[in-house]
């Protein structure tokens, strides 16, 4: 039962145009939400998160949106750069930072983004 | 500089072997995981440790084995119970409070059963 869910496997726009990749959960539970880049034969970084009780984060040129009704997040990368090229996991925990859940992270599958000079 | 070493980077094990993957931080933090990476698929939680000398089973332990006798140290043991041990192993750390769910990964181990 996968619980989080990225439908697109790739994505490729142009540089200076907006990337959007795009996550669906199913876990009501769920109620803090990060996205993470990796580059090929590195380890996952951190890039945002967003809890539940926001609709919207933004930190430089990527911002995160979240629509708990839908159960629907979304990252919005303005403007993108061939530097962007990596995969992109949105990863989804219950009970917020609080508690013995932290670090338990479910992830999606993954997009692959390819931002073209 | 702080961070998580993984070692080795390329693993090869013929089937019926134990293998051993070596995870090290230096960051301090209490909490340490293991991930496992299948092509297609997000990463799944193996096993982690939020304080030294107790671990606690991930979604798909089954197969696999961990200590955690230093805080530094979490390495993860795939054993031959493991039926599909063929993939990426990722290990990452965090410390409890507000970022406790962003964690630092490792650059990670590749497992290739021959």
């Known amino acids: 039962d996968q619980q989080v869910k990225q439908n697109s496997p790739s994505l490729s726009v142009q540089e200076g145009r907006i990337s959007i990749l795009n996550c669906d959960y199913t876990?009501?539970?769920?109620?803090?939400f990060l996205w993470y880049k990796k580059y090929p034969a590195e380890g996952p970084t951190f890039l945002i998160s967003?809890?539940?009780?926001?609709d919207k984060n933004e930190d430089g040129r990527f911002t995160v949106f979240l629509n708990k009704s839908a159960k629907h997040l979304s990252l919005h990368i303005v403007p993108s750069q061939p530097g962007d090229s990596a995969v992109y996991f949105c990863?989804?925990?219950?009970f917020g930072a609080g508690g013995t859940s932290y670090g338990k992270l479910t992830f999606g599958q993954g997009t692959i983004l390819t931002v073209h000079p | 500089d702080g961070g998580i070493t993984q070692s080795p980077k390329y693993l090869f094990r013929k089937e019926g072997q134990n293998v051993t993957l070596s995870c090290e931080q230096n960051?301090?933090?209490?909490?340490m995981y293991w991930y496992r990476q299948d092509p297609g698929q997000g990463l799944r939680l193996i096993y982690y440790?939020?304080?030294?000398?107790?671990?606690q089973k991930g979604d798909i332990a089954e197969g696999y084995s961990v200590s955690r006798e230093k805080k530094e140290s979490f390495p993860l043991t795939v054993t031959s119970a493991q039926k599909n041990p063929t993939a990426f192993y990722l290990c990452?750390?965090?410390?409890?409070?507000?970022?406790?769910?962003?964690?630092?990964f490792g650059a990670g181990s590749r497992l290739t059963v021959l």
């Open positions: 990452a750390s965090s410390n409890p409070g507000p970022g406790a769910n962003v964690l630092t």
């Open positions: 876990n009501s539970m769920f109620d803090y």
């Open positions: 967003i809890s539940s009780i926001k």
């Open positions: 990863a989804a925990s219950p």
């Open positions: 960051l301090n933090h209490d909490a």
């Open positions: 440790s939020q304080i030294v000398n107790d671990f």
